[in-house]
């Protein structure tokens, strides 16, 4: 069985990133520059945002993290965002999620402008992804289409099965695999909590796609042989044995897809690395948008 | 095997509509007001408008048509829809496509504001449909939802097999049908062109909806015993013995589903006469949303 190593792929992302902003550069052009807001002093998310900067300073893209108070008010985070989405020198915008409870996570969300809604989390941003008129693909789909690509694992006339229909992962990919594209065309069912006798769709499925966060659900008696299992799961689940007292575990049972996958991505060094690729991805092209390049 | 009257449905649900507004006038309110723009003298649009002010009309909301030259530039449309989208008085806004070749038909429908968008066409609105997060189902899956509700079609733990993936049918009623709502949570699978083995899918599928635009495609030799089938396809087929010179004939064909179907709906008389329910549910909505009503 094939290791699907998002590890590698993400770095052969970043570097054909770099290669490209280098270009941009040596002609005389500013960089792409992705402006991110953190309010609070969330740790996770501290982490997130700090992670982010350093893609961006490898891939040679301009960044910026503008912190706020936990005791920044709804009005004036609606007012900061306003300001960037007019601004000349920032291509790509993002809020980092979760928000203090007293601001609407929504509210501000849907005031990044969708030309600079590089995570893809805004309405117009997701419509345009779903009817296929561009449009940025959100961190995790876009993740994935890159990872079957670099594998070159066909999706045309296959039938992807997705589980889970959340608005992250699950509802985006059925869309995206099943789009006139070339990394869709499939056929595409995408089953969830509702779904009876879930085991008829997963034993046709050439391709799988698991993402509803319950840890090695899915084992290898419920694939057919020559399938491909895309993890997106990743759960805390407790090990005395282990140094940090829990394992990292997908959604899938990948020892027990061998001998019956074709191909399957481990958890972790899967999707995880993957994830962070599609916002400088959308960054890069929010840019080009900017200046008509391409 | 059961007919499903569109037509009967349809009177039903405006029926209902009626009656809301009329409580609505009688509490002292104004009634929903419906404004349609139509630029040119295109035959087939003026008696679609015309039919629309007549469901207006039928139920007691108000209702305008607004109509420009051929020769109105895209500036001057863009300035009136902007009008209309600060308009007190109106709720629902439509532009009656097609539009002149000289104007571009999705700047103008981008430029109607989501909250007017009563046909459900704008980026923003179909991304929060395809959220759940409300918006204006656009109205051939609004027609089928409420189809389905009429004769009490148990979508939830189904298997429901959508052929084609148009944005204006197939591809939002895969959506619809698998949301976690009443009248969702159903497996979906969605065909297409590119589907390999269509009949492995359309064997096991409890409903069928075809889209795809070729008449009398969907046979009852291609479904299992007990399924329902939802005709959206309508095309002319020439038929020197017919007084007309055509017959309209659906993408099913309806005789061969007879001793094998649960229901399924004819054409004419199935799906189309529910269209126009969609865009008067949603002015009646948009209205709502207006006033915080409900």
């Known amino acids: 069985m094939i290791r699907i190593d998002g590890v590698k792929v993400a770095k052969e992302v970043k570097e054909k990133l770099r290669e490209e902003t280098n270009q941009i550069v040596n002609s005389g052009r500013r960089a792409p520059h992705l402006t991110a ?11 997130y945002v700090a992670s982010k900067e350093k893609d961006c300073h490898e891939i040679g893209f301009g960044s910026e993290v503008i912190r706020m108070p936990e005791t920044t008010t709804e009005s004036e985070l609606l007012e900061l965002i306003e300001k960037i989405n007019q601004s000349e020198t920032t291509d790509g915008l993002i809020v980092q999620l979760p928000l203090p409870k007293h601001i609407s996570e929504k509210k501000v969300t849907d005031a990044i402008s969708p030309l600079k809604d590089v995570d893809g989390f805004t309405p117009a941003n997701f419509g345009l992804v779903t009817r296929g008129e561009g449009g940025y693909i959100p ?20 039938h992807v099965v997705v589980l889970g229909r959340s608005n992250i992962v699950g509802r985006p990919m059925s869309i995206l695999l099943s789009q006139a594209s070339p990394t869709g065309n499939a056929t595409v069912t995408l089953c969830h909590s509702k779904t009876e006798n879930l085991e ?4 046709h499925a050439d391709i799988v796609v698991v993402a509803i966060g319950i840890s090695e659900f899915l084992k290898g008696n419920m694939l057919k042989e020559g399938a491909t299992v895309i993890d997106v799961g990743i759960t805390r689940v407790s090990d005395s044995s282990n140094p940090r007292g829990y394992v990292l575990k997908g959604d899938a049972d990948y020892a027990s897809l061998e001998g019956v996958c074709y191909a399957a991505t481990p958890v972790p060094g899967g999707v995880g ?17 900017k200046f008509n390049l391409d």
């Open 200 to 203: 008829f769709y997963t034993k």
């Open 37 to 47: 807001i953190l309010v609070g002093l969330d740790g996770a998310s501290q982490t």
């Open 273 to 289: 690395p993957m994830t962070r690729t599609g916002l400088m991805l959308n960054t890069l092209e929010a840019y080009k948008k």
């Open 139 to 158: 961190a995790t789909p876009f993740g994935i289409l890159k990872l079957l690509e670099a594998y070159k694992i066909e999706t045309k006339g296959k």
